[in-house]
């Protein structure tokens, strides 16, 4: 069945970098773009961006723009999403996503994967 | 504060039909479709509804989705106890060089 499998959950000091992995299986992945979206404590859901996986192109959102890098690895059917320079603020739970965009809706969704980022 | 706004709680007692309401403006909900997503307690969201009124298979004809303007809503008809979640709308918003905003969220409680 189509499923997206996601990294476990990490903990972080302020001012390091996270990089969360998304494995993608019963699909063509090159068809699909792939969002992130994030969700603080008690709170709703903040999209961070989206990936083409068919040539790279990405797309921000922009109070990420120059702390996050979306990439994707075909060969490994996987997607990757790096934060850097973590805050407090970042510690959320982190979905992957398949579609989305201005393509539609994100139809397919990852169980999240928890970041806490605490000194 | 999120771009879309939805009333942040919403309630029905079961077999009612109960409407969440989603606002937003020309950028986003006036000149594209609108998703609406479903998050049960510890769970990752679930598409429920997208382009305005389209149902993804498995989801019950309960759930129906509807825009005008910009703004638009999602109804749920025979209300069941298992629709107690987290309701969210979005929408593409064509600013800043594009891209997703996210309602608030409406907290549906089953009476």
């Known amino acids: 069945q189509v499923q997206l499998v996601q990294s476990g959950a990490e903990v972080k000091k302020p001012g390091a970098s996270v990089k969360v992995s998304c494995k993608a299986s019963?699909?063509?992945?090159?068809?699909?773009?792939i969002s992130w979206v994030r969700q603080a404590p008690g709170q709703g859901l903040e999209w961070m961006g989206w990936?083409?996986?068919?040539?790279?192109?990405?797309n921000y959102a922009q109070k990420l723009q120059g702390r996050v890098t979306m990439t994707t690895d075909t060969s490994r059917r996987t997607a990757y999403m790096e934060l850097r320079s973590l805050r407090s603020d970042d510690t959320a739970v982190y979905y992957c996503?398949?579609?989305?965009?201005?393509?539609?809706?994100?139809?397919?969704w990852g169980h999240g994967t928890t970041v806490t980022v605490s000194s | 504060q999120s771009v879309l706004t939805q009333p942040p709680s919403a309630s029905g007692t079961p077999g009612q039909r109960v409407t969440i309401s989603c606002s937003g403006s020309s950028s986003n909900i006036g000149s594209n479709t609108v998703n609406w997503y479903q998050q049960l307690p510890g769970k990752a969201p679930k598409l429920l509804i997208y382009?305005?009124?389209q149902r993804p298979s498995g989801v019950p004809d309960r759930f129906s989705g509807s825009k005008s303007g910009t703004s638009a809503s999602l109804a749920i008809s025979g209300l069941q106890s298992e629709d107690e979640a987290d309701y969210y709308c979005a929408a593409w918003d064509d600013s800043l060089n594009g891209h997703v905003v996210f309602g608030g969220g409406t907290k549906l409680t089953v009476l």
């Open positions: 382009s305005n009124n």
């Open positions: 996503a398949r579609g989305g965009g201005i393509f539609g809706g994100m139809d397919v």
């Open positions: 019963g699909y063509t992945f090159t068809s699909y773009g």
């Open positions: 990936i083409s996986v068919y040539n790279g192109n990405t």
